[in-house]
């Protein structure tokens, strides 16, 4: 037994047992589609193909369709990958990090995160192979392979290399890790399967799950070690994107604060994006017990933390451009406050820097409205972000005479338009075929508690504890 | 019981296990005699060191005359400050002693910076326990804080030598490098340094000072509060308020601290090699401090443990310190790389500077390397098992390690820019260092005296003393 103290909140509210875990979460894969959720995929798959037909168009005809030009090369294409990149790191954080500090809070919202963090990888990863223009050989080109063109070897100094080491092996560990923690929720689902499709593939999903102690035991060491493995994965990937930048002698791209902070950002994006999702799905698949309003507030102030980790530096990078008194560093940064850009930059400083503050008032940060605007707002904040530190570090170069503007082309629009399509579709399908909270970790926090600790919690409704628990109002300080 | 390792008493089950949590600390005699060898050895090494520097020994004097032939030096063209010019050019008579003192400057404000960091941790890993709900930790919280007891020293210390010294420490001070012509307004002076001129707005004296005296007063406020209100906890058994208010107090506090360690970073080291700069370099210390502070909380409470003090430290407990000295040091091995390579990719002069003078100095090099050493590759190797973070044995040796080898990141990061070609590690450094741990330790014990080591009423004890 562990004791957990009067001052923490319960993690599970509602006085839910075993077999509520069970029927609660079975139930949403179980039953039949309801009509919110097939209006929810079809306005996704609609997205999807419109943005589709563009994506196809732009691989047909070549990037030329792309607003890109001469000075600023890189626009939407790399922004849209550093996003989904960023937006990945929640997933990996909250399930290794956060297990390997013991935050029991996870287990309510680590499936639904994890799937988040693989939907995310694969549309990041979309934007390297689609920008090579002839995708079907870039793939393989980016890989390290002896090829039969002569001895054209990758670039094993440039750090565009490195993220392709750095995402595929995160893909990777990411599904691992994501495939084993589903291993005992299907075996449950088999069990509970009356008609032989679903016996059929959740059992082969299962791979054999009996739920003897050994089989418990390998599953145990297999989640640890894998979380100790993704701890420095997650950590590696973002700071190889971030290298993407930082190794250059681009103002406003090389500085040394890049790596960590490019990892507070994208924890900060992640956390954001697993807010919107499981507010949803909280909503749809009625889940307030489980994920409740303490989680909403730990993962608020975690979006606070990160947050103000990026505004500072930010401000740091905007101090020391001055104080190193480099004139391209100093004109840089100006450029991006009072230049052509700064509705980007101002909408950054809004969204990432201003708006996050506001959750230091637990009004706000326990109000499921507030939190699902400013969730929504984070996001467009962090593309800003990117927007920022590549656009408008690009156009002024060092050639004034190469100075352009860029203006994105409805082909920009639509191909990021397609990845979010994508991004929604996948989430949708996971949504309904899988269990959306870990049940099997969920059961394993529902008894680390004690009676005297029922007692000090007011979320629990009285007529759920037994008679001698019971509280009345004023004892609770 | 002295050290005898805890075996796993089962302590959830068998609820006869009570711990005193009356138990206070008694800075014992022999307690004393620990901490006054320490002492009393550093002052023998220190005064046998500066000794040893007073009358001229050490060939390190000879070569300042080099430093004029470094190719790209970190303050501009003529970064030889004019204590040095005259050495170089009085030649004898009386280098020494100008060299000596600069050396002892220069190791008092290491120690200082090492020391001031150490004390902030206390109070930074202390809010962080309650802002995080950290349960775990609640036995050892005034173990925690007691580090802050060292920084009202400090913050004299600090005052005092900044006062004293400089125009020894920090090259930006001397007047003459933002006038643009000499005294008769017509001639250019040789000396006028243009980046340095345009950097004034943040580095000079007066507002340096505000800084730093802003800083340790509202540390220090924090620190007062901190301890007092804990100590209030101790006589309101069954309520809250005190917990809750440490928690709102402990999220201004890290909102404040990571502003303010930043800038310190800035001010009392990043600044010393004037023209150079790094944005990580905030986080770069601050991640030094802070292994530094964990590896000596560490170490604290193992001996309070093994003097028969905090019996319900148990194992889990060392574990979970000996993760954060793991973790942390791999952190800081992070930073450290990040910027490293950063600045060796893009290989800008103005940056690749500050590596440039570690590693082109035969004084420095080796020790640049041994750094990476201390500080990554023994903890990372000595800690990695699980089994290793629980023993106090091995606990013991790495974080001594490890807090050596910060002191040694300090030492690069500031003797290199005040001293360049004189810098030594001798008996005067090592010395100076023993004499500040012994006088952290004094006060340290003094401070853990006059509170009851365990904070009994803090609502998450029961959770760190059943903490498995």
């Known amino acids: 037994m562990q004791l957990v103290s009067k001052v923490r909140e319960p993690l599970i509210t509602?006085?839910?047992?075993?077999?509520?875990?069970?029927?609660?979460?079975?139930?949403?894969?179980?039953?039949?589609?309801?009509?919110?959720?097939?209006?929810?995929?079809?306005?996704?798959?609609?997205?999807?193909?419109?943005?589709?037909?563009?994506?196809?168009?732009?691989?047909?005809?070549?990037?030329?369709?792309w607003g890109l030009n001469k000075t600023v090369q890189w626009a939407w294409d790399i922004t849209n990958f550093v996003w989904w990149v960023g937006i990945g790191h929640a997933g990996t954080l909250i399930s290794a990090i956060l297990l390997l500090f013991r935050q029991k809070w996870r287990t309510s919202i680590n499936r639904a995160a994890e799937a988040m963090t693989i939907f995310a990888v694969i549309c990041a990863a979309l934007w390297p192979v689609v920008h090579m223009g002839r995708p079907w050989v870039g793939i393989y080109w980016a890989l390290p392979l002896p090829n039969t063109f002569g001895s054209l070897w990758v670039n094993f100094?440039?750090?565009?290399?490195?993220?392709?080491?750095?995402?595929?092996?995160?893909?990777?560990?990411?599904?691992?890790?994501?495939?084993?923690?589903?291993?005992?929720?299907?075996?449950?689902?088999?069990?509970?399967?009356?008609?032989?499709?679903?016996?059929?593939?959740?059992?082969?999903?299962?791979?054999?799950?009996?739920?003897?102690?050994?089989?418990?035991?390998?599953?145990?060491?297999?989640?640890?070690?894998?979380?100790?493995?993704?701890?420095?994965?997650?950590?590696?990937?973002?700071?190889?994107?971030?290298?993407?930048?930082?190794?250059?002698?681009?103002?406003?791209?090389?500085?040394?604060i890049f790596p960590p902070y490019f990892v507070a950002g994208a924890i900060f994006s992640g956390f954001a994006m697993v807010l919107t999702?499981?507010?949803?799905?909280?909503?749809?698949?009625?889940?307030?017990?489980?994920?409740?309003?303490?989680?909403?507030?730990?993962?608020?102030?975690?979006?606070?933390?990160?947050?103000?980790?990026?505004?500072?530096?930010?401000?740091?990078?905007?101090f020391i451009a001055w104080y190193s008194n480099v004139p391209y560093e100093q004109y840089c940064f100006i450029n991006r406050m009072g230049g052509q850009y700064w509705w980007a930059y101002w909408s950054m400083m809004a969204c990432n820097v201003i708006s996050p503050q506001l959750f230091y008032i637990k009004k706000i940060r326990t109000s499921i409205?507030?939190?699902?605007?400013?969730?929504?707002?984070?996001?467009?904040?962090?593309?800003?972000?990117?927007?920022?530190?590549?656009?408008?570090?690009?156009?002024?170069?060092?050639?004034?005479?190469?100075?352009?503007?860029?203006?994105?082309?409805?082909?920009?629009?639509?191909?990021?338009?397609?990845?979010?399509?994508?991004?929604?579709?996948?989430?949708l399908m996971f949504a309904k075929f899988f269990p959306v909270v870990n049940m099997a970790e969920v059961k394993a926090i529902l008894k680390s508690s004690n009676p005297s600790v029922y007692k000090g919690r007011m979320t629990i409704k009285n007529e759920h504890v037994p008679e001698k628990d019971r509280v009345l109002e004023k004892e609770y300080i | 019981m002295a050290s005898t390792q805890h075996e796993?008493?089962?302590?959830?089950?068998?609820?006869?296990?009570?711990?005193?949590?009356?138990?206070?600390?008694?800075?014992?005699?022999?307690?004393?005699?620990d901490v006054f060898t320490i002492l009393g050895i550093g002052i023998v090494l220190f005064v046998i060191g500066l000794i040893l520097s007073m009358i001229g020994g050490g060939h390190h004097h000879a070569s300042i005359e080099n430093a004029d032939n470094l190719v790209v030096s970190i303050n501009g063209g003529h970064e030889v400050n004019p204590v040095q010019n005259e050495q170089g050019a009085g030649h004898g008579s009386h280098h020494g002693a100008i060299g000596w003192l600069q050396r002892l400057y220069a190791n008092l404000w290491l120690n200082n910076v090492f020391f001031t960091g150490i004390s902030l941790i206390g109070i930074f890993f202390f809010a962080i326990q309650y802002v995080a709900s950290?349960?775990?930790?609640?036995?050892?919280?005034?173990?925690?804080?007691?580090?802050?007891?060292?920084?009202?020293?400090?913050?004299?210390?600090?005052?005092?030598?900044?006062?004293?010294?400089?125009?020894?420490?920090?090259?930006?001070?001397?007047?003459?490098?933002?006038?643009?012509?000499?005294?008769?307004?017509?001639?250019?002076?040789?000396?006028?340094?243009?980046?340095?001129?345009?950097?004034?707005?943040?580095?000079?004296?007066?507002?340096?000072?505000?800084?730093?005296?802003?800083?340790?007063?509202?540390?220090?406020?924090?620190?007062?509060?901190?301890?007092?209100?804990?100590?209030?906890?101790?006589?309101?058994?069954?309520?809250?308020?005190?917990?809750?208010?440490?928690?709102?107090?402990?999220?201004?506090?890290?909102?404040?601290?990571?502003?303010?360690?930043?800038?310190?970073?800035?001010?009392?080291?990043?600044?010393?090699?004037?023209?150079?700069?790094?944005?990580?370099?905030?986080?770069?210390?601050?991640?030094?401090?802070?292994?530094?502070?964990?590896?000596?909380?560490?170490?604290?409470?193992?001996?309070?443990?093994?003097?028969?003090?905090?019996?319900?430290?148990?194992?889990?407990?060392?574990?979970?310190?000996?993760?954060?000295?793991?973790?942390?040091?791999?952190?800081?091995?992070?930073?450290?790389f990040s910027q490293f390579l950063l600045i060796y990719y893009a290989n800008i002069p103005e940056e690749t500077v500050y590596f440039f003078e570690r590693l082109s100095r035969d004084q420095y090099a080796p020790l640049f390397f041994l750094n990476i050493f201390l500080n990554f590759v023994f903890p990372f190797l000595g800690l990695m098992t699980r089994d290793s973070?629980?023993?106090?044995?091995?606990?013991?040796?790495?974080?001594?390690?490890?807090?050596?080898?910060?002191?040694?990141?300090?030492?690069?990061?500031?003797?290199?820019?005040?001293?360049?070609?004189?810098?030594?590690?001798?008996?005067?450094?090592?010395?100076?260092?023993?004499?500040?741990?012994?006088?952290?330790?004094?006060?340290?014990?003094?401070?853990?005296?006059?509170?009851?080591?365990?904070?009994?009423?803090?609502p998450m004890l029961e959770e760190s003393l059943h903490h498995h």
Not at chain 1, 31 to 60: E, Q
Not at chain 2, 8 to 33: G, M, P, Q
Not at chain 2, 140 to 158: E, K, N, Q
Not at chain 2, 441 to 453: E, I, R, T
Request: net charge neutral; glycine share 6%; proline share 3%.
């Open chain 1, 14 to 65: 509602g006085g839910k047992t075993y077999s509520d875990i069970t029927n609660d979460i079975c139930k949403c894969v179980e039953d039949a589609p309801n009509k919110r959720w097939l209006a929810a995929l079809t306005a996704s798959v609609i997205t999807l193909a419109a943005g589709g037909y563009y994506m196809g168009d732009m691989l047909w005809n070549g990037i030329g369709k």
């Open chain 1, 157 to 256: 100094n440039s750090p565009l290399l490195w993220d392709v080491f750095a995402i595929s092996t995160y893909f990777s560990v990411s599904c691992l890790f994501w495939f084993i923690g589903l291993i005992p929720d299907f075996a449950t689902i088999r069990d509970r399967a009356i008609t032989p499709i679903p016996r059929l593939i959740y059992g082969m999903l299962s791979l054999g799950f009996d739920g003897s102690a050994k089989t418990w035991m390998h599953y145990e060491a297999v989640s640890l070690i894998l979380a100790g493995l993704s701890t420095p994965l997650v950590l590696s990937v973002h700071t190889i994107v971030s290298f993407d930048f930082a190794t250059s002698v681009i103002p406003g791209w090389h500085t040394t």
């Open chain 1, 277 to 318: 999702l499981m507010l949803v799905t909280r909503h749809t698949y009625k889940l307030k017990d489980y994920i409740t309003m303490e989680h909403i507030e730990m993962m608020n102030l975690i979006i606070t933390v990160t947050g103000s980790i990026v505004g500072i530096a930010y401000i740091t990078e905007f």
């Open chain 1, 369 to 427: 409205t507030m939190t699902f605007v400013l969730s929504i707002v984070v996001n467009i904040g962090m593309w800003f972000e990117r927007f920022v530190i590549i656009v408008t570090s690009l156009h002024r170069d060092y050639l004034p005479s190469s100075w352009l503007y860029f203006t994105p082309t409805i082909h920009d629009i639509m191909c990021y338009v397609f990845s979010i399509g994508l991004f929604l579709t996948l989430f």
């Open chain 2, 8 to 33: 796993h008493h089962d302590l959830h089950d068998t609820h006869d296990v009570h711990y005193n949590l009356d138990e206070r600390f008694e800075f014992s005699s022999k307690i004393k005699k």
């Open chain 2, 134 to 336: 950290a349960g775990w930790s609640a036995g050892i919280i005034r173990v925690i804080i007691s580090l802050s007891r060292f920084l009202p020293y400090m913050a004299v210390m600090m005052l005092g030598v900044f006062l004293l010294a400089h125009h020894d420490l920090f090259h930006w001070t001397h007047h003459y490098l933002y006038e643009k012509f000499l005294a008769d307004g017509v001639t250019p002076n040789p000396e006028y340094d243009p980046i340095i001129n345009g950097k004034k707005g943040f580095l000079n004296i007066p507002f340096f000072l505000f800084r730093m005296i802003v800083f340790f007063g509202i540390w220090l406020f924090f620190a007062y509060v901190f301890r007092s209100e804990s100590a209030k906890e101790d006589l309101e058994n069954g309520s809250t308020v005190r917990y809750r208010r440490l928690v709102r107090f402990s999220a201004f506090f890290i909102v404040f601290f990571a502003i303010s360690s930043a800038i310190s970073a800035w001010d009392w080291v990043m600044s010393i090699d004037t023209h150079w700069y790094s944005t990580m370099f905030g986080w770069y210390v601050f991640a030094s401090w802070f292994v530094t502070g964990v590896a000596l909380i560490t170490m604290l409470i193992i001996h309070l443990k093994e003097w028969g003090y905090l019996q319900f430290v148990n194992e889990a407990h060392l574990h979970d310190l000996g993760k954060f000295v793991f973790g942390f040091s791999i952190f800081w091995t992070y930073i450290w």
């Open chain 2, 389 to 458: 973070k629980r023993k106090m044995r091995i606990l013991k040796i790495v974080c001594t390690i490890v807090i050596i080898g910060h002191w040694l990141d300090f030492y690069l990061m500031i003797t290199p820019g005040t001293l360049k070609d004189a810098g030594n590690l001798g008996l005067l450094e090592i010395g100076l260092a023993m004499i500040y741990l012994g006088a952290f330790l004094y006060v340290v014990f003094q401070g853990l005296q006059k509170l009851p080591l365990i904070p009994k009423n803090h």
